[in-house]
């Protein structure tokens, strides 16, 4: 093996292309794959049990290895090398090479049909670009053959496009082609990207109609001028002076790693574009990077002179200048992308079929959106109810696997609090809660819910505190107002996004709690209030009302009692008073 840049090529015993690869030095390279005590993995050492024979191509660079790689891969997809998931058909726009261009999407590639623009990532943003072409510019929309004979022979007539302006006619000679192809010229920039040069043509167009006071020419160019300005601005703009630059970023997990691509050009993000690679050999973060850069470069025709990422690399690239942005925009732009792979990474993992019940995947969700260490399968939830402080209570709902567990929610009169105070009764409440679990021995929660901002959290971080298990058990705090989720100890608010169903089960749960406090409570003023008058009938005291109160459990039960089950408790005497004054009540 020379000591020479270039690419290696593996064969097994049916003569098939099992792995490409690059090097630098292929001696040093190739000969790796075959010395004793090399620490190869078990892949690895299974794939080079299959070789029977090695082709190499030298080339001038390691540029040039990569490259020659990357082409030998998309050709015949060696069993071994690194899957880039990503075989969907990408659409293009055509502007054809005829007279008076056409402009029109495809996603065939013909040769010598004209020039091709893209591939865009989505035919959403591909429209985008089609419609801020024709509204901007007078571009046929028609496929009629417009040469000049065809023309002379006067064979069209101008359709509704020309009546509503939006073509000037050229099919009937109304339109110069030399005129039609200044708007080609421009349209082309728009195509590219580059924006500014139209921009700038608009505002010089506009600026010497105004000069020759022409004014409702320089108003139709103002027009112009602002539907680019409008286009421009639903993109991500960086930094105007950022002007050619591609972004990556890469997540991984143990079988997969998730690229992110950012095409950047004059400071606007103009592509978008996630791939999952399937990892072969146990490859490392850097070298599936590498791979997506090359690829998604040469799918989507990047030519950028700079390249940042989010990982170090451990040696430099002739003809790559990648490097790992530190402060600024471009760091900015790094965290933009890797917050679109994890993204990625996390819808895969939901949709996939290792989390197919739903239940659990809102809870891995959950476990995602918080950063729990463990999936919350027990959550258990509190809250408050007093109105002006008077009969303060308060309750904790629970839920398991995402479902409430109604047998086991509590309610709780609070017993060491005076007047209206939610924090320390938040104490008492959650103290007491662990403190029974603690010493009956039962299992803890994954995660405990406070109905409420940070007073509510700190007073029951405080609970956790006194029972030593602060730490053992995650807890936040959920704010109704703005749905903020707070952390003990952070400063600012997590915001899980609205619409997903991480929040809706916290929100479930929260309500859920609400609503058990807030029945518990009118229970409470209810019995209070029902008890007070039944100390009014002659006869019945406070020890008699509470006698009844804990017997029948509730005031419609002491209501809907008979006769007989009344004198059970209370005597005969009593109930002939007691059933006098309900039915008294009802006919009052």
């Known amino acids: 093996m020379p000591d020479h840049p270039g690419v290696y090529k593996y064969y097994n015993e049916a003569s098939e292309l099992i792995y490409v690869g690059k090097a630098k030095s292929l001696k040093k390279r190739v000969s790796s794959y075959f010395v004793k005590g090399t620490g190869l993995n078990h892949k690895t050492r299974k794939m080079v049990k299959e070789i029977r024979k090695i082709e190499i191509a030298l080339v001038n660079s390691e540029f040039d290895a990569l490259l020659l790689e990357n082409n030998l891969i998309k050709q015949n997809q060696p069993r071994y090398n690194i899957l880039l998931r990503d075989d969907k058909t990408y659409p293009y726009l055509l502007l054809t090479d005829e007279h008076f261009p056409q402009i029109y999407p495809t996603r065939r590639m013909v040769a010598g049909k004209g020039t091709y623009f893209g591939p865009f990532a989505s035919v959403k943003a591909?429209?985008?670009?089609?419609?801020?072409?024709?509204?901007?510019?007078?571009?046929?929309?028609?496929?009629?053959?417009?040469?000049?004979?065809?023309?002379?022979?006067?064979?069209?007539?101008?359709?509704?496009?020309?009546?509503?302006?939006?073509?000037?006619?050229?099919?009937?000679?109304?339109?110069?082609?030399?005129?039609?192809?200044?708007?080609?010229?421009?349209?082309?920039?728009?195509?590219?990207?580059?924006?500014?040069?139209?921009?700038?043509?608009?505002?010089?167009?506009?600026?010497?109609?105004?000069?020759?006071?022409?004014?409702?020419?320089?108003?139709?160019?103002?027009?112009?001028?602002?539907?680019?300005?409008?286009?421009?601005?639903?993109s991500l703009i960086a930094n105007p002076s950022i002007k050619d630059l591609d972004v990556f970023a890469i997540v991984s997990d143990e079988k997969f790693s998730y690229v992110n691509y950012l095409k950047i050009i004059n400071g606007a993000v103009i592509i978008t574009k996630t791939v999952e690679l399937k990892k072969k050999l146990d490859e490392s973060e850097s070298e599936?990077?590498?791979?997506?850069?090359?690829?998604?470069?040469?799918?989507?025709?990047?030519?950028?002179?700079?390249?940042?990422?989010?990982?170090?690399?451990?040696?430099?690239?002739?003809?790559?200048?990648?490097?790992?942005?530190?402060?600024?925009?471009?760091?900015?732009?790094?965290?933009?992308?890797?917050?679109?792979?994890?993204?990625?990474?996390?819808?895969?993992?939901?949709?996939?079929?290792?989390?197919?019940?739903?239940?659990?995947?809102?809870?891995?969700?959950?476990?995602?959106?918080?950063?729990?260490?463990?999936?919350?399968?027990?959550?258990?939830?509190?809250?408050?109810?007093?109105?002006?402080?008077?009969?303060?209570?308060?309750?904790?709902?629970?839920?398991?696997?995402?479902?409430?567990?109604?047998k086991e929610y509590r309610h709780y009169h609070i017993k060491t609090v005076?007047?209206?105070?939610?924090?320390?009764?938040?104490?008492?409440?959650?103290?007491?809660?662990?403190?029974?679990?603690?010493?009956?021995?039962?299992?803890?929660?994954?995660?405990?819910?406070?109905?409420?901002?940070?007073?509510?959290?700190?007073?029951?971080?405080?609970?956790?505190?006194?029972?030593?298990?602060?730490?053992?058990?995650?807890?936040?705090?959920?704010?109704?107002?703005?749905?903020?989720?707070?952390?003990?100890?952070?400063?600012?608010?997590?915001?899980?996004?609205?619409?997903?169903?991480?929040?809706?089960?916290?929100?479930?749960?929260?309500?859920?709690?609400?609503?058990?406090?807030?029945?518990?409570?009118?229970?409470?003023?209810?019995?209070k209030a029902f008890g007070s008058e039944l100390t009014e009938i002659e006869g019945i005291g406070k020890l008699m009302a509470e006698k009844l109160l804990k017997h029948f459990k509730s005031i419609k039960k002491i209501k809907e009692a008979s006769q007989a089950e009344l004198e059970e408790v209370i005597g005969r005497a009593k109930t002939e008073k007691l059933m006098a004054w309900l039915e008294n009540k009802k006919s009052g």
Do not use: W
């Open 126 to 234: 591909m429209n985008n670009v089609l419609d801020l072409i024709r509204s901007v510019f007078t571009v046929r929309t028609c496929r009629l053959d417009l040469s000049p004979e065809k023309i002379k022979e006067k064979k069209y007539k101008v359709c509704l496009e020309y009546h509503i302006g939006n073509c000037l006619g050229p099919c009937e000679g109304l339109q110069k082609e030399d005129d039609y192809l200044k708007d080609i010229e421009q349209a082309k920039h728009i195509l590219k990207g580059n924006m500014a040069v139209a921009k700038n043509f608009f505002k010089e167009k506009m600026q010497t109609e105004a000069e020759n006071l022409a004014f409702e020419k320089a108003q139709y160019f103002k027009e112009k001028l602002d539907l680019l300005e409008k286009y421009q601005a639903k």
């Open 288 to 406: 599936l990077l590498l791979t997506a850069i090359i690829r998604l470069r040469d799918q989507f025709k990047s030519d950028a002179p700079e390249i940042i990422v989010n990982i170090h690399f451990e040696e430099e690239f002739e003809g790559l200048n990648i490097y790992v942005p530190k402060i600024g925009d471009k760091k900015k732009l790094v965290d933009l992308s890797l917050k679109n792979a994890k993204y990625y990474k996390q819808e895969k993992l939901l949709t996939s079929g290792e989390v197919k019940d739903k239940k659990f995947r809102v809870l891995k969700q959950l476990q995602s959106d918080l950063s729990l260490k463990e999936m919350p399968d027990h959550i258990e939830c509190f809250d408050n109810s007093n109105i002006q402080g008077s009969n303060p209570v308060a309750s904790m709902v629970c839920f398991l696997n995402g479902k409430p567990a109604i």
């Open 418 to 527: 005076e007047g209206p105070n939610d924090f320390a009764s938040m104490t008492e409440v959650v103290g007491r809660r662990y403190k029974r679990l603690i010493e009956e021995e039962k299992p803890l929660p994954k995660l405990i819910v406070i109905d409420g901002g940070k007073g509510q959290l700190s007073s029951s971080v405080e609970a956790l505190k006194n029972l030593g298990i602060y730490g053992k058990i995650p807890i936040i705090g959920i704010a109704k107002r703005l749905e903020e989720i707070y952390f003990p100890e952070d400063q600012f608010p997590l915001h899980i996004d609205k619409k997903s169903e991480s929040l809706r089960l916290l929100q479930r749960i929260r309500d859920e709690a609400h609503r058990f406090a807030i029945t518990f409570h009118r229970q409470v003023r209810s019995k």
